[in-house]
């Protein structure tokens, strides 16, 4: 069977069709407040108890009012979700694949602008950015996850049926509802992680990050739009822990589909854990945490390659991103030759609205998120063993800005250079240039996250002493490239350590996670005779 290919990406370049209709769509949801409910059991369900949703770049400026799931809202989305797991797996394989292929339309067509407009104004992402995540991944997710679904047939089958019997295997779903949670800074894994378990067959209850209501009800929209059935996926925005204690206490629930931080998911984990006597079946934990990607760069390397990968991998999207370059080994005889020019290019940067196409770099997502990475910031430029070499504004006055940040130390154990700070801060650590080996084993022992990082060397030997020696250091490796950036199919993504299960989305071995194979064996001559050859004198 042959695979899909990845979504084209559009560019928006001046005077481009998709620049103008993206421009008109962003107008006209700028000039409205969207009233957001629950979705129950395909119903829409307001439940009076309200909270907005602002424009990062613009605080003031109310995009939606969000009505709030309580504990009785959240019983009845699990209720939901069981009921209507029968007849989801009675549909079989190809009718549910069928919905998600629509969705994939949908989204590639009439609703890509819709989708990415949302993104933009919700999560302040600027138009490129948006369109690699909520447009092209999010439509990759779901035709290569029905690729891989339509492949686990016949690669599970049992290799042997000897004469007389017929060995099969059934790809059941997991048994309840899996709890999505998921994360503000990526529409499209927002998108996936209920989904991914739904195709199989299961059923979802969706808690969407506070900060990302607006975009992700859209999702939810075109979900219904393609022709989900109720209570297949519930939406329901509220209060995390209370969404997952009412979600605990149903026997029915069969697993979590997670991103997010590390301290969340490991005292989910615990959660999970304690639960275990009063539910049905061991959960299955799927999650995505956190991450303190680097770069390191041996003294033979492509200056100018290395120079840009850290520009693009720690500030676009002002750095909010899982996969972001936030530490950086470089070797001094490097750095002299390249900081400057690293400086005189980030100068060049401008920060501002979305809306402005100009704009390469926009506002971080919320107030506490400001006050974590200023507050960085702030340590660094008070610590004698670091220089904050360029940057170091911030201002959130209107929006919530942060300026491209490089930190330059000393101490390669710097609280910037190994605690995750999820914002537009890049730490340097110059070491010298015979000591690349050393540097190697610093950047592994340095942080307990191992989600991805990158390489930057001109020989091969030299990659290859680093790939041998980060082996364990990142789930995602990039060798002369910037460390973010993984394509559904091509880079499946993923950490362990600290970041997470590793069960890399994008890829089959995510699908794999969602079901529970039932072997079945098919005598078709029952015996007759209880006795065994041994047995005859």
Known sequence: MTHPENEPILEYGPGSPEREALQEELSRQSSEVVEIPCIINGEPVFTGDTTTQVMPHDHGHVLATVHL???????????????????????????????????????????????????????????????????????????????????????????????????????????????????????????????????????????????????????????????????????????????????????????????????VFQGLWGKIAEALPRLRSYPRIVGETGGKDFVVAHPDCDRRGLLIALLRGSFEYQGQKCSAASRAYIPESVWEGIKGEFVEEIQKITMGDPRDFTNFVTAVIDQKAFDKISGYIRAAEEDPLCDVVVGGGCDDSKGWFIEPTVIQTSDPKAPSMVEEIFGPVLTVYVYEDHDFEDVLQLCDESSPYALTGAIFANDEADIQTAYNALRFTAGNFYINDKPTGAAVAQQPFGGARASGTNDKAGGPLNMLRWIIPRSVKRTLEPPHDWGYPFMDE
């Open 69 to 263: 799931a309580g504990e009785a809202e959240v019983r009845a989305a699990c209720e939901a979700a069981v009921a209507a797991q029968e007849s989801w797996i009675a549909m079989g394989l190809e009718a549910r694949s069928q919905i998600f292929l629509r969705a994939a339309d949908l989204l590639a067509g009439d609703w890509r602008m819709r989708v990415n407009a949302a993104t933009m104004l919700n999560q302040s992402k600027t138009a490129f950015q948006a369109e690699i995540d909520a447009a092209c991944e999010l439509i990759d997710f779901w035709r290569f996850n029905v690729h891989y679904a339509s492949e686990f047939h016949d690669q599970l089958q049992p290799l042997v049926s000897p004469e007389g019997f017929v060995n099969t295997t059934e790809i059941r779903p997991l048994e309840g509802f899996v709890l999505a949670i998921t994360p503000f800074n990526f529409t499209s894994i927002a998108g996936n992680l209920p989904t991914a378990p739904t195709l199989m067959g299961g059923t979802a209850v969706w808690k969407p990050s506070r900060n990302s209501y607006h975009s992700n009800y859209v999702l939810m929209q075109l979900l219904m739009e393609a022709g989900m059935p109720p209570g297949v996926v519930n939406f329901v925005p509220g209060n995390p822990r209370m969404i997952v204690d009412t979600c605990l206490e149903n026997r029915d629930f069969a697993g979590v589909h997670f991103t997010g931080s590390t301290r």
